[in-house]
């Protein structure tokens, strides 16, 4: 039985042959639509989504599966006081598989050590978001068409964005791949990325606090939001939110091939207005993250396409 | 000063000066009844000064704790009033409930009874991460 814990869990080649059955997915729907028949998911989100949540269940439901969960602490046994290995335990019982997700850091990882069934992270904490950085790299070679030989710029919160450390692991793997990251100061990447992943893979990055010198290298513009709930303290959270908007006369600096992306949900830093360039790709991103999350349940479930 | 020798049990040597209490407490050598000296600040060649423990006891020790506290000690095992066996340590892989993870939004500081688990990530660096949240142990 696999988990999907952290992007690191899947091998390249694994990656790139999940990438492979969501595109056979997007033009073969129908040849899918049985696979997961009589299987049930759980989506276990102990923290508030509107996006991962719903595409876990859409993906299972196209999969004709079935689904169940909850949608905030709240509304479980957590507010009771359960922990989370005794949660998962329980629900175990009654699906085959979970997606779960939870503001603490580690907890899917907790939750696979005691779980029957495969145990996928829809995201902990500030730490990591596979699905979504399966997503991306979807989103990427389905727009770009390759993984590799690509200038990626990182601009927003690299701190606490989670995303976009599973995204730099991720693509660290792919040839000649190179990150500019722009930030403020205080949400710069974390230590371990930098020495752990650009400093140990002796990858091509550079830092940065300004966004229009760099723009023009972009092959990809991947801007993240700053996440009022990972700061303890809300003056910081809105002294830096507004730091790096990306807008229509910002964007004449980037190259007309050059692909814009966020994970979602934005607040400020995308002008509404850059929803009508051509380059957003930040919706086509949303509908992409349904095929790779079908695709992974059918992988973790080790079930195959109806012929 | 003259601290004498032990017949049966665990000599500590080439302890960094200053730590032997440290050390005298992750063991829980504290909680035991036999005879145990901790001499601090001995003359060293290796080390110009050095901590020792000597334990009048054959004990199990925890060699993955003792080398994540200070993979240069060397475990003198003596039967006898021979030493039978020197141990080297290392750093171990991996270290369980010995240190504790400081991450706020880490699992650990709300799950209860759950095993703190750090795993060494560089081993020329000596560096641990938390399993759960990857923050680096200080």
Redesign the interface.
Same mark, same amino acid.
């Not at chain 2, 939004?105 to 209860?112: M, Q």
């Not at chain 2, 991460?129 to 990857?134: A, D, H, Q």
């Given at each position: 039985m696999r988990h999907l814990i952290d992007i690191g869990d899947l091998s390249v080649t694994e990656i790139d042959e999940l990438i492979e059955t969501a595109k056979d997915i997007i033009e073969n729907p129908k040849s899918y639509s049985q696979a997961c028949k009589g299987k049930k998911l759980a989506t276990l989100f102990f923290e508030p989504s509107t996006r991962t949540r719903l595409s876990f269940e859409a993906a299972m439901l196209d999969l004709g599966g079935s689904v169940l969960g909850f949608s905030s602490a709240e509304s479980s046994s957590t507010a009771k006081g359960e922990s989370v290995t005794d949660t998962v335990r329980t629900v175990g019982c009654y699906v085959d598989i979970i997606a779960m997700r939870h503001p603490k850091e580690g907890a899917p990882l907790l939750a696979s050590m005691s779980s029957d069934v495969p145990i996928i992270n829809a995201g902990d904490g500030g730490h990591s978001h596979p699905t979504q950085t399966l997503t991306d790299l979807l989103t990427i070679k389905m727009e770009k068409g390759r993984l590799d030989n690509l200038t990626i710029v990182l601009c927003g919160d690299l701190m606490f964005g989670r995303t976009v450390h599973s995204l730099i692991a991720a693509m660290s793997c792919y040839e000649n791949v190179r990150f500019i990251l722009i930030s403020p100061e205080e949400l710069r990447i974390p230590d371990y990325i930098r020495t752990d992943i650009l400093e140990k893979k002796k990858l091509k990055w550079v830092e940065t606090n300004e966004m229009e010198s760099v723009l023009g290298e972009a092959d990809i513009l991947y801007m993240t939001r700053v996440q009022r709930e990972r700061f303890f303290n809300e003056a910081d959270y809105l002294r830096l939110r507004d730091t790096f908007i990306l807008d229509t006369k910002k964007l004449e600096y980037a190259k007309p091939d050059t692909i814009i992306m966020h994970p979602l949900p934005r607040v400020n830093e995308i002008s509404p207005k850059v929803d009508s360039d051509p380059r957003a790709c930040y919706f086509k991103q949303v509908r992409y993250g349904k095929f790779i999350r079908m695709a992974l349940i059918m992988k973790l479930l080790e079930v195959s396409k109806c012929t | 000063m003259y601290v004498d020798g032990i017949t049966s049990g665990v000599v500590l040597d080439h302890i960094k000066a200053g730590r032997s209490m440290e050390i005298y407490h992750y063991l829980n050598l504290d909680q035991m009844d036999c005879c145990i000296a901790i001499i601090k600040n001995v003359k060293s060649n290796k080390l110009g000064k050095k901590d020792i423990i000597k334990v009048d006891a054959e004990i199990d020790l925890d060699l993955d704790v003792l080398g994540y506290l200070d993979p240069n000690i060397t475990v003198n095992i003596v039967r006898d009033g021979a030493v039978i066996e020197k141990k080297k340590l290392k750093l171990p892989a991996e270290l369980k409930n010995v240190i504790k993870c400081k991450?706020p =939004?880490?699992?650990?500081?709300?799950? =209860?009874e759950?095993d703190h688990i750090f795993r060494l990530?560089?081993p020329e660096k000596g560096?641990y =991460? /938390?399993?759960? /949240?990857?923050t680096?142990a200080k």
């Open positions: - | 991450n =939004r880490c699992i650990t500081s709300s799950e =209860r759950i990530t560089s560096t =991460r /938390c399993v759960y /949240c990857e680096e």
